[in-house]
């Protein structure tokens, strides 16, 4: 019923209402002095002109504010007209900016009872100005017939091409509202993909840095006694990889807070410094390259996979029973729906009663990476025994 407005907005449609009361006012005491209600007295002629100018006057006033009372407002002018039997005025130029607004802001039922209105609308004045008492001239006969067809014409094409305007006016401000509302979507889509992004490589370099500094710190709790050095070896062990880890999370705290492109990432020639990670927390680490890469991985295959083989060690490191663990990696030409890429697989085995796949971001990470790269990966952990595999195909997704 009623739509919220600027403050400049009611300022300007009272300022159009005052000033076209301004216009209409003296044209609608020119006409009662000659129309039919100035047989009544010159007061009744002067009260019928102000009130229908004050009707008209408040409907365009209104229009944008409530246009359901905007269109009532100005059939009750028309109605009063014809009943008083005036003419159409300057007044009724109202009529074509109340039709604008029900077809431009009015609601569903408004929209459709502003198209009804011009049709009825265009009919009513035809038969008006036929058949009235004033204005037939002659009334309405054969003779008069196609003149009144053209009247009707005329008249419903003025007042449905205010209402057509205000149409258009409303499908376009929809086309602007529902392209306002796609591109917040995507921005908040984009926004909460960088935010699990950054969340996953957190988990990442956060959940990797801390398992092998805790295998390392308790090594060095074991080994002091006995052998010295060894704890000194994994005190240095533990600056080393507390200090990276550190580094890589300032680089992703200040691309969460400046959002920066990304710095540089992981690539396959920083897997043997994972590798010697691992082995230096006191895992057996095994690694089978067969075949080597032919060709270079494109950096998001390279960043994707330096992840996953980190994760998977890392759950080694947590969760294995302290035997081998096993990496292979196969480079083939056709392993990833017909194009080339690489095969992989970590194999260790469980300390009783671990059940890694059962829970934890770091999986779920794992798999988000190969599917954005366009690969796959699955995790199990069959008799004791955690496997992840997987396929990546060399140039990313396509």
Not at 29 to 34: H, L, P, R, Y
Not at 152 to 158: E, S, T
Not at 209 to 215: D, H, N, R, W
Not at 231 to 255: E, F, K, M, W
Request: glycine content about 10%; hydrophobic content about 50%; charged content about 15%.
């Amino acid at each position: 019923m009623f739509r919220r407005l600027k403050t400049y907005q009611i300022t300007v449609d009272v300022s159009v209402a005052v000033v076209f009361f301004a216009v209409a006012l003296p044209v609608e005491i020119m006409v009662g002095e000659t129309g039919t209600v100035s047989l009544l007295g010159a007061p009744v002629a002067l009260l019928a002109g102000v009130t229908i100018a004050v009707i008209f006057s408040a409907a365009l006033g209104v229009r944008r504010w409530s246009p359901p009372i905007a269109l009532a407002l100005a059939w009750a002018g028309a109605v009063l007209q014809m009943a008083l039997g005036r003419p159409p005025t300057a007044a009724d130029l109202a009529i074509f900016g109340v039709l604008y607004v029900t077809a431009a802001y009015g609601t569903r039922r408004v929209y459709w009872a502003g198209f009804a209105s011009a049709l009825a609308g265009a009919l009513v004045i035809t038969i008006y100005l036929f058949v009235g008492p004033t204005f037939a001239g002659g009334g309405l006969s054969l003779r008069t017939l196609p003149l009144a067809v053209a009247v009707l014409v005329a008249a419903a094409f003025a007042l449905l091409l205010a209402w057509t305007v205000g149409a258009l006016v409303r499908a376009a401000l929809r086309a602007s509202a529902n392209r306002e509302a796609q591109e917040r979507a995507e921005v908040e889509a984009a926004t909460e993909q960088e935010r699990v992004r950054i969340a996953r490589d957190m988990h990442d370099v956060v959940a990797h840095s801390l398992a092998v500094v805790i295998a390392q710190a308790d090594g060095a709790r074991y080994a002091a006694p006995a052998d010295p050095a060894a704890a000194t070896a994994a005190l240095g062990t533990i600056s080393t990889t507390a200090r990276a880890a550190l580094a890589d999370v300032r680089l992703l705290l200040t691309q969460l807070r400046h959002n920066q492109s990304p710095g540089p990432q992981p690539t396959l020639a920083d897997l043997e410094e994972l590798y010697a990670q691992v082995r230096a927390a006191g895992v057996e680490l095994r690694v089978d390259i067969d075949p080597a890469p032919t060709v270079q991985p494109s950096a998001a295959v390279q960043l994707a996979l330096y992840r996953i083989l980190q994760e998977a060690l890392t759950n080694a490191l947590r969760h294995g029973d302290g035997g081998p663990v096993l990496v292979r990696l196969a480079w083939l030409a056709t392993v990833c729906k017909g194009r080339p890429g690489v095969e992989f697989e970590v194999r260790n085995r469980l300390r009783s009663g671990e059940h890694p796949t059962e829970s934890g971001h770091g999986l779920i990470g794992m798999g988000e990476r190969a599917n954005l790269v366009g690969g796959w990966l699955s995790a199990s952990d069959p008799d004791g025994e955690f496997v992840v595999t997987g396929v990546l195909p060399v140039g990313g997704v396509e």
